[in-house]
């Protein structure tokens, strides 16, 4: 038996990135469009106040809401945070407070940034205006941030169609997160093998199953796997697929065969593609070996050993 | 309605960073030690419910791989929610409840070493209006943190706040789960500099990994399984609208209905497990829960000690049944909270047996 | 000990379709909610609780929804659960559900789930880079095909069994006016010469990708009392999963299945399915799916699936009518399938599923399945309240 190591953890990073594509339905298409023509729109509810930003369902009553009204581009700062290290996304990428924001005119108060010299510039209270985007584009960003303001107040809501000429109705959201991925011990244990093309399982100490890829646990048994084993490095098909279709981000020559192959020696298929062999001719129980590449972490794919084909028995409790 | 109880209650070590393990390696350990000490196998038990997220992994369908420290065959009645733990046990006490499983496993874990926490629940927050800004966790803490010591009824103070923080991790010192333990007084805490003002280093959560598991299990079953089994009296969770800017931040309306349907108030508690993240939420809560002087607050150091995103609420549940099991507590007041500044909350009430 | 018995009374889902552009993901789920309560002639006042689920919250990019969604769900002041199971997560938000009113934790209660796939694109979420792993090979179909040549193998179904159940499912969906896919000029032919994907799988022996919701009213006996429509009764809930890879797992027939569908047959007295029940909605998200789950759930003998499907048992007007909605084949918002499965049961047996209705329908199984074919929700329904 060989005891699995415990090597250092490895560790990548992953980067989880996607602009979606989101809908707005009527009424914040009205208020982001409203933004871009600077007008700040919020929304009356059955029982008289004024949601602003507005809502599409009254968060008292449920109640669908569409009577939208103008409100103030000034208002009075609720509570503030005064943010001394801006991180990536938010408003402003110098010093400046957090604020809720009640706009005159408005029951509700709005989240967004305030640019002040500092902290000691900053109270709850003070009033404040909007400060617009050069830019706008229908977007809550359109509002660059607030800014202090000492003029005069902004008066009552006033009904408003919310109808403006070319509305928006949807808006693109890019979000990106940094994650370190880490794959954990047995994980790490696998893939250090693997970049010396052997392929190691791990056995379940309780049922004896060999498990490739190892996960750290044996999924039946729910206890760790400890102990190696080198399996492969040839196998058998046991049952496969042809692709026709080119997969994102994948530079295959379509039709490939994809397959799930039963390294001697394990308890569990892997997947991997079958090549050098017309796609038409692999078949269940064909027996394959690795073909490696230069800098590849895993096989390139798999090729025929030329052995006769393993018998459906020997292999179908595997499928 | 039938007696339910907690009957074991198991957690991981929690620390800022666990990268030389998988999400099942760190789970394993703490589902042994739970079905260990019931004497249980995974598949004597009736039902088993899990909570997690995969934003925290940064992963789609996370918690299937985790599924494997289960041991899940032959195969088992099983859920999940992407919500804290403590709302995966309120559905397996639902089930116990019906009569249909007289034993339940809940677990629940979370990483959030692997992302920057404080980003990734920007993307919590509404999609349209607010996400677009990416304001982090720690700043939306603090505009509530504001809004309590602005308001003239709770005589809230930075002081105040720094004196939950020195209380919690000096209690944690007991605590050998505990990330974050030992403070300085509460005076040379105020001399730190803000994090996002008004709130400082002390008066934010520890962010790492952790995990925790509970065994529930009904009636005569529960009596033998446990020698003082954590009777939950009362459970109840409600949630309140999302946005920041319609709710008065100083105030956990929530928190306060969960508690009178859970039956908080029918009798003195001598013992609470809080889930505060941020010290001023501390003191909302306690005001909501009506807690007197009387009564010991976080004795584990709550979540200002340890606060594994999805498995701190459960905790709370977890160490309020512990201390019952070791005669510590007879009736103790757990809670737990999701979403942004307390927007949803689970309150229980354990009671112990008479000794 | 006794539950309370557990009654359908409301019923909405959206109009299904590739991307729902004039509604806001809170717009859509409040479409499939608000049919639901009209159907049950009740407002947000008479629901004590909300139950939702949905799939991955990658597909959409908001983590944890439904904070989000509290307002618009009319959760505010309530307690809401969020339920995430992979694939079978519309079933298992429905029997979440349905434990709260059992228990007699709460009266009545609102369930939903949703996917508004169009915010993003589903194999992006299905395949984040995560280092160290071999990328997706072969997409999606790619999964699932190896496991239909498997059940070819296996059973010595003939290659045109598949084609047959895209072509059912996808006229079944012409009489459903929420589905999303309307192929008024479907042939067999065309399902036939339609490109080879994944070899054995056809492009139109695939599941669609949708933006939709799907919402129920759960209630107890009193409210049932009170319906102004005849309700759907539970007669059997469960709930079945196993590891996702484990030496000697069943792809073709998963065990989970087989156990969950045994325990809701027993709960519901069933002892021969074929006879007893009238109509089911499978989770089917390909084709050849359904003679796999006719043999897994009991309908027919192991290997013996097929031939149900080859002789037309399981059309529209057959003795065993399978997805007379048209199915997920025809429609699926990911985390809404499984409750769509749910909910077109509880129509049939309430009689109120209009075009798509199967005669006489008294007793229906609703089934939905996820991740890697692992876990399980099914419930029977039937047109009367279980016997006590």
Sequence with gaps: ?319 | ?355 | MTKEPVAVVGIGQTKHTAARRDVSIAGLVREAAVRALDDAQLGWADIDAVVIGKAPDFFEGVMMPELYLADALGAVGKPMLRVHTAGSVGGSTALVASGLIAARVHRTVLTLAFEKQSESNAMWGLSLPIPFQQPLLAGAGGFFAPHVRAYMRRTGAPSGIGALVAYKDRRNALRNPYAHLHEHDLTLERVRSSPMLWDPIRYSETCPSSDGACAMVLTDRAGADRAPYPPAWMHGGAMRSEPTLFAGKDFVSPRAGRDCAADVYRQAGITDPRREIDAVEMYVPFSWYEPMWLENLGFADEGAGWKLTESGVTEIDGELPVNPSGGVLSTNPIGASGMLRFAEAALQVRGRAGEHQVDGARKALGHAYGGGSQFFSMWVVADTPPES
């Design chain 2, 1 to 355: 309605m039938r007696e339910v109880a907690i009957v074991a209650f198991g957690q991981s070590d929690h620390r800022r960073d666990t990268a030389e393990i998988s999400e099942v390696e760190m789970l394993m350990p703490v589902l042994h030690q739970v079905l260990d000490a019931v004497g249980l196998r995974a598949g004597e038990i009736d039902f088993t419910c899990s909570g997690s997220c995969d934003y925290l992994a940064g992963r789609a369908f996370s918690f299937t791989m985790t599924l494997d420290g289960v041991g899940a065959w032959p195969p088992i009645s099983e859920s999940h929610v992407e919500m804290d733990g403590a709302w995966a046990l309120y559905e397996a006490w639902t089930r116990l409840l019906t009569g249909e499983a007289e034993t339940a496993l809940v677990y629940s874990y979370g990483k959030s070493s692997p992302g920057d926490l404080r980003e990734v629940l920007t993307r919590q927050l509404d999609p349209y209006y607010v996400a677009p800004l990416w304001p982090d966790s720690v700043s939306l803490a603090a505009l509530q943190a504001q809004a309590l010591l602005d308001a003239e009824d709770t005589g809230a103070d930075e002081r105040a706040l720094a004196g939950v923080a020195a209380r919690s991790r000096t209690a944690a010192e007991g605590n050998p789960h505990a990330q974050l333990t030992g403070s300085p007084p509460p005076e040379a805490l105020l001399e730190d500099p803000y994090v996002v003002r008004p709130l400082r280093r002390h008066d934010c959560p520890p962010v790492g990994d952790g995990a925790a598991a509970v065994v529930l299990a009904a009636g005569d079953t529960a009596r033998r399984l446990c020698r003082r089994p954590a009777w939950i009296r009362g459970i109840d969770h409600r949630t309140e609208a999302h946005s920041l800017g319609v709710r008065d931040l100083t105030r956990s309306p929530s928190t306060r209905l969960a508690a009178e349907r859970a039956g908080a108030f029918e009798a003195p508690v001598d013992l609470a497990e809080l889930h505060a993240p941020f010290t001023s939420q501390e003191l909302i809560l306690r005001r909501e829960l009506r807690l007197g002087e009387g009564v010991r607050v976080n004795p584990s150091g709550g979540a200002l000690a340890a606060n594994p995103l999805m498995a701190a609420g459960l905790i709370r549940l977890g160490e309020a049944a512990a201390a019952i099991h070791r005669g510590a507590a007879d009736r103790a007041l757990a809670h737990a909270t999701s979403g942004p500044c307390l927007q949803q909350n689970l309150v229980a009430v354990l009671e112990g047996d008479d000794t």
């Design chain 1, 1 to 319: 038996m060989t005891p699995a190591p415990s090597p250092e953890a490895l560790q990548a990073p992953l980067v989880v990135e996607f602009p979606f594509t989101r809908s707005l339905g009527p009424v914040q298409s009205a208020f982001l469009t409203g933004l871009r023509e600077r007008t700040v729109l919020g929304v009356r509810t059955t029982d008289g106040r004024v949601l602003m930003p507005p809502v599409e369902y009254d968060p008292v009553t449920a109640d669908e809401l569409s009577d939208l009204v103008e409100v103030a581009p000034i208002g009075t700062v609720t509570t503030w945070a005064w943010n001394p290290s801006p991180r990536r996304g938010q408003p402003l990428p110098t010093p400046f407070a957090w604020v809720l924001v009640r706009l005159d005119g408005a029951d509700t108060a709005l989240l967004h940034a305030l640019d002040a010299p500092g902290p000691d510039a900053v109270r709850t209270g003070m009033r404040v205006r909007i400060r617009w985007a050069g830019e706008r584009v229908g977007a809550i960003t359109d509002i660059a941030c607030f800014e202090p303001y000492d003029g005069a107040g902004g008066g009552r809501a006033v009904p408003h169609t919310g109808e403006f000429t070319d509305p928006v109705d949807g808006i693109v959201a890019p979000a990106r997160l940094d994650y370190t991925y880490a794959p954990g011990r047995a994980q790490s244990r696998y893939l250090k093998a693997l970049a010396g093309r052997t392929t190691y399982g791990e056995r379940c100490p309780s049922c004896r199953k060999v498990y490739v890829p190892p996960r750290g646990a044996c999924p039946t048994c729910g206890v760790a796997t400890d102990e190696q084993v080198e399996v492969g490095p040839r196998g058998t098909v046991t049952t496969f697929c042809i692709v026709n279709i080119k997969a994102r981000n994948l530079d295959i020559e379509v039709p490939y065969v994809y397959a799930h192959i039963a390294l001697d020696g394990a308890d569990l298929a892997l997947h991997a593609r079958i090549g050098d062999i017309p796609y038409d001719e692999v078949r269940m129980g064909l027996r394959v070996e690795p073909v490696w590449s230069e800098d590849g972490r895993y096989p390139d794919h798999y090729r025929p050993t030329g052995e006769p084909d393993a018998d459906y028995d020997t292999y179908k409790e595997l499928l």
